[in-house]
């Protein structure tokens, strides 16, 4: 019975120990061990033993965590909202200790070919830097991939041979204006505009120029265990803390932190006729019910006006002042129901397009183009 009181009691104050250090008070461990002895060694001699063993337990992982980088920083809990109103009301540096931590620049006053150095960094959390949608900037991002603190925990006490828990998996991130839907399944990256930087434990560099000679020039050093998100935001979407909620996009549960995916979910105008009403789905010939009801109008219609709007979407991705070469780099997707098939239009933000058939396996081959006269 003593030798396991002695186990669980060793378990707890390596997970102590450990905590005391990321939080920066590894100072107390050793304090508290001294203490512990002294106490032992003058009133509970026929216990000392069980104590040393626990005062290892909680050093030897606090050594082991306190060599690591990782801190959080006490004091700092829940989301940090920062909304500057000009650049003189922005700090050098904001960090968050247990939280996320999102700088609304969508409303700050920022002059014209101005310089700006910021660093933000959230110990445990998502970071969001909000653009304004009506300026051109050129934006330089330091990004610096943390470990999470959980898996520094687990590190540390298997190097003294005790069993940790497991630590949460984060929701992947997907570049959805890709035509290849990339991203990353842990959902620890960088998005920078729509654009996944999966990072590193050293500095990542990546730099998005915009077009204007009198773009701001906005330098960031970020530093996240989760997803970083920099881009620009429209001023209604909002409250801010919220585009860090988790949205489902497909019946196997895949999700991700809204803001990387925004404007993913903009809903176009007009939908395919077929999904408004059943009888208007796409039939090769026409049947002369539906030309009588004016079917082949309504598609008409539609396909004129899917192209421009899913160009407008792909250029917002791109974000405001991107160049033409960017801009033809997003492509967003609209899928059509043929009934015994389906057709998926791409169109980038340069308005280029390409029409594929999507195969039963999920592969798509080339096709031509929908049309009226052709319904294919």
């Known amino acids: 019975m003593r030798v396991a009181v002695t186990v669980v009691a060793a378990l707890a104050a390596a997970e102590l120990g450990v905590l005391a250090s990321v939080f920066g008070l590894v100072w107390v461990v050793p304090v508290a061990a001294v203490l512990a002895l002294a106490v032992a060694a003058t009133l509970w001699r026929r216990r000392a033993l069980p104590v040393a063993v626990m005062v290892c337990a909680a050093c030897v992982p606090a050594a082991l965590a306190h060599t690591d980088p990782v801190r959080i920083a006490p004091g700092s809990t829940g989301a940090q909202i920062v909304v500057p109103a000009s650049v003189a009301d922005l700090a050098p540096s904001y960090r968050r200790g247990l939280g996320p931590l999102l700088i609304d620049l969508r409303t700050a006053q920022l002059p014209r070919g101005a310089t700006i150095s910021l660093s933000a960094r959230s110990d445990t959390g998502h970071v969001v830097v909000a653009l304004p949608q009506d300026r051109c900037i050129n934006v330089t991002v330091r990004y610096t991939r943390l470990p999470h603190p959980g898996r520094l925990t687990s590190e540390a006490l298997r190097a003294v041979s005790l069993q940790p828990g497991s630590d949460a998996a984060g929701f992947p991130v997907i570049d959805f204006f890709s035509r290849e839907l990339s991203g990353t ?171 594929n058939t999507e195969l039963p396996d999920g592969t798509l081959r080339p096709a031509a183009p929908l049309t009226v006269d052709d319904p294919g």
Not at 193 to 211: K, M
Not at 234 to 248: K, Q, Y
Not at 302 to 325: D, E, M, N, T
Request: proline share 11%; net charge neutral.
């Open 185 to 355: 399944a842990d959902g620890v990256a960088l998005v920078l505009f729509g654009r996944i930087h999966p990072g590193s434990a050293s500095q990542t560099v990546v730099t998005r120029r915009a077009v204007g000679a009198d773009a701001v020039d906005l330098t960031l050093d970020v530093a996240s265990p989760g997803t970083v998100v920099v881009r620009d935001f429209p001023d209604r979407l909002g409250p801010v803390n919220g585009w860090l909620s988790t949205s489902t996009f497909d019946d196997q549960g895949r999700g991700q932190p809204f803001a990387t995916a925004w404007p993913w979910e903009l809903v176009p105008p007009n939908p395919p006729p077929s999904e408004v009403s059943p009888g208007d789905r796409w039939m090769q010939p026409w049947t002369a019910a539906q030309v009588r009801d004016g079917t082949p109008g309504r598609w008409a219609r539609w396909l004129k006006g899917i192209v421009p709007w899913q160009r407008a979407v792909a250029q917002s991705a791109a974000g405001p002042c991107a160049p033409p070469s960017v801009r033809a780099t997003y492509w967003t997707r609209q899928d059509v129901d043929l009934g015994g098939g389906r057709r998926v239009l791409w169109v980038n933000g340069v308005g280029a397009s390409e029409w």
